[in-house]
């Protein structure tokens, strides 16, 4: 199988727009809400210290992440989704070793990031990659589960 590369983009580019209306779609649909952004905007991530990653199989876009800045210290993990037919093949994990290389590189010290209890798939890989449970961060809405890692444990690599 074809290694998949996972890399910074235009957040307004045509793969990284289809791919978050994709996402934005399937947790509406997930969650029974009108509207699955999750308070995303593109201009999340076009500020300083902040990325979108596009990951591509055989140059196909199969899925995507974002990185916000929430403090001087401290990033979000946002837009984390695998287009359906290629979960389960090392797509998330590749964008989450991205988006930590590039937290490191940014001169940030921990990541964070937040998702519900109907995607126990990403709750486990989070926590298979070293992330740990914190209490609740952003938003109102208290089905969220919220996780962290410290990059400090990242550099220790």
């Known amino acids: 199988m ?3 590369v996972a890399a910074a983009e235009d957040v307004r580019s045509t ?3 289809l791919l978050i209306k994709e996402l934005s779609a399937e ?3 997930l969650y029974q809400v009108s509207d699955g952004s999750a308070g995303f905007a593109p201009e999340d991530v076009e500020v300083p210290r902040s990325a979108f990653i596009v990951a591509r199989l055989d140059d196909h ?3 995507c ?6 403090d001087e210290d401290t990033v979000e993990v946002k837009r984390m989704y695998t287009r ?3 979960r389960r093949k090392g797509v998330a994990q590749a964008i989450l070793i991205e988006i930590e290389r590039l937290a490191g590189e940014f001169g940030y010290k921990s990541i964070k990031l937040q998702t519900g209890p109907l995607q126990p798939e990403a709750v486990a890989l989070y926590e298979r990659v070293g992330y740990y449970r914190i209490p609740i961060f952003s938003g109102d809405w208290d089905q969220v589960l919220a996780f962290q890692k410290d990059l400090l444990l990242v550099h220790d690599r």
């Open 27 to 29: 947790l509406a649909t």
């Open 61 to 63: 876009p199969v899925g």
């Open 15 to 17: 793969d990284a727009t």
């Open 84 to 86: 359906a037919d290629f």
């Open 65 to 70: 992440g974002a990185m916000r800045p929430l």
């Open 2 to 4: 074809t290694k998949v």
